[in-house]
């Protein structure tokens, strides 16, 4: 067996000619906890699909678990364990039915079945409301029991698609706890796509940053920021002149942003008093300045020259969102 | 093994939802026995020329309603867990699709054939009365109508994007197919087009087949209706099949 846990060699998918996933090669260790980040419609749930082998690929191929997604898609899937971006759960059913129902799925037999049902309601704290309906269950309930029932069979690899997505701050809090505690204690291969930043630079062990379908960067969080270099000053102005910024170039990487500047700087500290000196000078009102050392958003800035931003939903995908919204709360 | 009780899983999911949605349950009974009563009441003046009441005419008629209803709108459900994105967990799983389909289709047939079954045991409302062969003969019957129906929803369903087609099928297939299907009245008072187009309708030689074992009368031979429902499911279930293996 490999060290791998997942392989991926050229993976590719277009959807009548736009590249969704555009020629990836990645590996990842066991026991990693490997985070796809990247803003939406980069490619990261087409990725997933392919790997867990809902999509076929374009081109190319990957292997999870030694197992080829094309040609072994059945190992594939009795060796990964899913939680899905939208809710999959039987809402018509309690908790412990749709975990049953999933381990019957996956030929679990009823004693093993009884057994494992308990110890993964243990783990997300859902002991008490299993034998409830899922519909009367809070958004963070479900997210757990999917995060349960993908564990129920007791996969090498677990993918989590967006798990926070939709999520108050306190259950994402208690979403990330989880999902740290199952690898300190398993040693299980995690694979997850996110686009908050928060979110992976705090979890993963290493980052794939993917925009467009490609991988452009890889590395553990801190070798990303390290990329960036030094510190990044940002400048809050609305001045007009906000051009004449350019000139400060000589000190690192200029950006211009919709309500100011990012400068990536070495030695940030020593260069505040040239700025406010320049600005003065140059009669440019500067609303505020400030120095931080780089977050993945300066990564991502730095990549593609673009910000991720987590309301970038557009119309349609806010209409089937409120739709699932309705159809939840209702019936 | 493991596809048998992956079958296994997804029938007792179709019949578990039925049995817990009460409204479901007493309003798949209602509308067919307001039909009965109501409709049937109504024209039970009408002379259909065989040798029983209106009302019993239509009985069997009414029962192939239900089952028309209950089993494409089974079969259809398969939208609402893709919508819903249940469908995804399950065709995730290490089991077949076919499996899949098989599960969904006997669900859907078992929900309709418990509906059609009390709808039958109700009979005596319009005066049939019942013995232990009109049951054994009609249960088998149901199940046939009902497997191939379920799998014409579920070939449907694989043509819809969405949830929002489903009026659409109910007005443009599920009415027509009713309304051609003998159900409410004799096809021979009908022009000849308009016959011709009954006797393509599957519908119609259900509905001769439990008037056959109902009543002991029909106007199709036996034999033919029996024929024609199971070429049709085999045929929807190969379609059906089809379009479920090859969708993503």
């Known amino acids: ?331 | 093994m493991s596809e048998i009780s992956a079958i296994y899983v997804i029938w007792l999911r179709e019949v578990k939802r039925y049995v817990r949605e009460k409204a479901r349950v007493i309003s798949s009974l209602a509308m067919p026995i307001f039909w009965i009563i109501i409709f049937g009441s109504g024209f039970s003046r009408f002379n259909i020329g065989m040798n029983v009441g209106y009302r019993e005419f239509i009985f069997p008629g009414i029962v192939t309603m239900a089952l028309l209803f209950t089993s494409i709108g089974s079969g259809v459900s398969v939208i609402w867990d893709r919508e819903f994105g249940f469908l995804k967990e399950i065709l995730v799983a290490p089991v077949s699709r076919t499996s899949i389909l098989f599960g969904k289709m006997i669900g859907g047939s078992t929900v309709s054939v418990i509906q059609a079954s009390i709808l039958i045991l109700l009979s005596f409302i319009v005066g049939i009365k019942l013995n232990f062969l009109i049951i054994l003969r009609t249960l088998p019957l149901i199940l046939l109508i009902s497997m191939g129906l379920t799998a014409l929803g579920l070939s449907i369903a694989n043509f819809l994007e969405g949830h929002e087609g489903f009026q659409l099928i109910v007005n443009f297939i599920i009415m027509p197919m009713f309304l051609l299907s003998g159900a409410l009245f004799p096809i021979e008072g009908l022009p000849a087009w308009l016959r011709n187009i009954s006797l393509i309708d599957p519908v119609t030689y259900g509905v001769e087949a439990l008037r056959w074992s109902i009543l002991g009368t029909s106007n199709l031979p036996i034999g033919l209706s029996l024929g024609v429902l199971f070429i049709f499911m085999i045929c929807m279930v190969i379609i059906g099949g089809i379009g479920f293996n090859r969708k993503k």
């Open chain 1, 1 to 331: 067996m490999s060290e791998f846990a997942i392989e991926t060699f050229d993976l590719t998918r277009n959807f009548n000619g736009f590249l969704a996933v555009d020629h990836v090669n990645i590996k990842i260790k066991k026991g990693e906890l490997f985070g796809l980040l990247g803003p939406n419609g980069a490619g990261k749930t087409t990725m997933l699909n392919m790997l867990c082998t809902l999509l076929k690929p374009s081109a190319g191929t990957a292997k999870v678990n030694g197992f080829d997604i094309i040609d072994q898609a059945s190992d594939v899937r009795k060796s990964i364990g899913i939680v899905f971006q939208d809710p999959s759960l039987d809402d018509r059913l309690t908790g412990r039915e749709n975990l049953e129902m999933h381990a019957m799925l996956y030929g679990i037999g009823k004693e093993e079945r009884e057994r494992r049902i308990n110890e993964v309601l243990k783990l997300v704290e859902l002991e008490e409301k299993a034998d409830l309906l899922v519909r009367t269950y809070s958004g963070g309930m479900k997210r757990r029991l999917e995060i349960a029932r993908g564990l129920v069979h007791y996969p090498n690899v677990l993918f989590l698609d967006e798990p926070t997505l939709g999520l108050d701050p306190q259950t994402r809090e208690h979403i990330w706890e989880y999902i740290e505690e199952l690898k300190k204690k398993h040693a299980i291969t995690i694979i997850l796509t996110t686009h908050y930043m928060d979110e992976a630079d705090r979890l993963c062990d290493r980052i794939g940053i993917i925009d467009h379908g490609k991988i452009i960067a890889i590395g553990t969080p801190n070798e990303l920021k390290n990329k960036v270099g030094g510190d990044v000053i940002v400048i809050e102005t609305k001045s007009k002149n906000v051009n004449k910024f350019e000139k400060l170039k000589f000190m690192g990487e200029v950006r211009i942003t919709n309500n100011g500047i990012l400068l990536n700087v070495k030695n940030g500290e020593r260069l505040i008093t040239k700025i406010v000196d320049f600005a003065r000078k140059n009669r440019i009102k500067v609303d505020s300045i400030s120095l931080r050392k780089p977050s993945l958003n300066d990564v991502f800035l730095h990549y593609t020259g673009r910000v991720i931003r987590e309301e970038e939903v557009d119309g349609k995908e806010l209409m089937r969102q409120r739709f699932l919204m309705r159809m939840r709360r209702g019936t």
